[in-house]
Structure formats: C-alpha cells, structure tokens
C-alpha cells in the first residue's frame, strides 16, 4: 500500500492596494452619515444678499419713524436713524388710540391660535388615522375651500355676524375664523407620518380611551407641528386688515385697523404711520425671539425622519 504524503498549499498573498485606493473623506457632493453640506462662497454671498433684503424695510421703518415728515420726503433721504422716534411714537399712540387696538390684537390672535390650534389637531387625527365613512370626500372637501376666495364669503358673513348681534364686537373676527382649512391639512399630513399606528395600539391595549389617546400620545407627538401651525397663525391673525375693518368699528379696532386710520387723512404724516408700523412690528419680533427656536426645530423635526 502506498502512502500519498499530503500536499501543502502555499498561502495566497493578498493583492497589493492600488496606489490610488485610499479612503476619502465625504465631498461637498457627496455626505456620509452625520455628515453637513459645506456651503462655498457663493452660498454665503446669496444668504448675505438675501438677509440684507430682508432686513432693509423693517431698517427704513425704523429711519422713516425716527425723522420728520420733511426728511422723509425729501430729495435725498435719510439713511441713519434721527431723534424723533420717541416723539413720533408718542404722537401715533395718541392719535390712534393703539394701547386699546395692541390689547384687542392680542385677544383677536391668541383667540384664533389657541382654537386653531385644538381643532385642527383632533381634526388632522381624525383624517390621518382613524377610520371612517366618507373620510376621503370630506378631505378633498375641506381642501376645495382652500380655492374659495375669502373676499366672495364676505357679504353673508357680515349678515350672520350682523344678525348675532356681534357688529362692531370682537367675537365678529375671531369666531369665523376658529379652524382652518390649511391647518387641518398640515396636522393631518405630519400625522400620518410622525404617529405610527403602533403607539394607538399600545393605548388601547392600557384601556385608553380616545380622549385620553388625544392628551398622552397625539399632542405629544404633533408638538413640533403645532408650534409651525401656531406661529403661522398667531402673524395672519396679527396682521389681518380685510375682515376687521369691515366687522370692526373705529371705536374697538384691532391693531392694523387703528394703523389704516392713522394714513386715512388726505396728507398723512408718513412718519407718524411709519412709527404705528414700527409698533405692530415689535411683538411679532418678540414672538419669534422667544420661539424661533422650537418653531425651527419643529421644522426640522418635521423635515428629517430618522
């Protein structure tokens, strides 16, 4: 019998790495995890131009309310800020009456905010994730009255604020104006994505009711989204001008109502209404100031799914 002695096979050397293989790190183009888009210069030439646009009405706001009327007209005007604004201020707040117009703007906005806000919360839930009869008809139907002027709805309005006996009262402009179409849209729209099915299961399994679902799992989660829809809001409720002037009278006016009357003369005092203007402006700057930051992150929240 012959012995077969067993072959050694000698060991295969790795193939030696291109020169030109080595790893590189993510491009301008192309981001890895984790990884931010490096913005060049011409990015921040746009962001620069697009800031200085944004901020040189509310600067000339501010030039316009702190000069004269001659100064502001004339041929070549001013670019700094002067030393009437305390005065043109003064002047503005007297003859408009703007501490009762700032007050009925406040009641007016955070009214409208504060109902828009709860009901299209429970409106958007109900349309992104309970089911129902006729949901899909009664969404395209809520999305048709976003195509309906407002200006067409404004004589029966007025007749039925009219015949409540609201003419000339606050409740004439915050009642038709409590929900609103584009906000049952957007909760609706973050919810179906941001509120898994699962999380409604878990509560029903604990004996939840579906107040309690509403309270402990869906406002948490449309948290984000309703600090965008709240926001968004309270500024079209702050800076509406149409409906109020017609629903409200010179004697109980909201903010820019009282503003209209201060250029409503045949030679208005631009400086006077640029001083009205600055301060309708300064509690929205203020809103932002103090909730930019969730607002954007709110954004971003709703932007980003990881």
Not at 80 to 96: F, H, K, M, Y
Not at 113 to 119: E, K, Q, V
Not at 225 to 248: E, I, R, S
Not at 263 to 277: F, H, K, L, N, R
């Amino acid at each position: 019998m012959t012995m077969t002695s067993p072959t050694h096979t000698a060991p295969v050397k790795p193939a030696p790495a291109p020169k030109n293989s080595a790893p590189r790190g993510p491009s301008r183009f192309r981001m890895g995890a984790g990884q931010q888009m490096k913005g060049g210069p011409f990015a921040y030439i746009a962001l620069a131009v697009v800031g200085f646009g944004s901020l040189l009405p509310l600067y000339w706001t501010l030039v316009a309310a702190s000069r004269t009327q001659d100064e502001v007209l004339s041929a070549t005007p001013p670019f700094l800020p002067g030393g009437q604004l305390i005065e043109n201020v003064r002047t503005a707040w007297e003859q408009a009456s703007l501490g009762k117009a700032i007050l009925n703007s406040v009641i007016v906005s955070s009214s409208i905010t504060l109902a828009t806000l709860f009901f299209c919360t429970l409106a958007g839930y109900a349309f992104a994730k309970m089911r129902f009869r006729g949901r899909g008809w009664l969404m395209t139907a809520v999305i048709a009255t976003l195509t309906i002027p407002p200006q067409l709805s404004v004589v029966p309005l007025f007749m039925m604020m009219s015949g409540l006996g609201w003419g000339g009262q606050l409740e004439s402009v915050i009642f038709p104006t409590l929900v609103s179409a584009f906000g049952v849209f957007f909760m609706r729209q973050y919810l179906i994505e941001a509120l898994p099915y699962e999380l409604i299961e878990a509560a029903k399994i604990d004996g939840a009711n579906n107040l309690r679902i509403v309270l402990s799992v869906v406002l948490p989660v449309a948290r984000p989204a309703m600090m965008v829809l709240g926001m968004l809001t309270f500024v079209q409720a702050w800076n509406d001008f149409f409906w109020p002037y017609l629903a409200l009278n010179q004697q109980n006016p909201t903010l820019q109502v009282a503003l209209g009357q201060l250029s409503a003369s045949y030679t208005p005092d631009q400086s006077i209404v640029m001083a009205g203007a600055l301060i309708s402006t300064l509690p929205l700057l203020v809103v932002f100031v103090i909730f930019g930051k969730k607002i954007v992150g709110g954004i971003m929240s709703g932007a980003v799914k990881g």
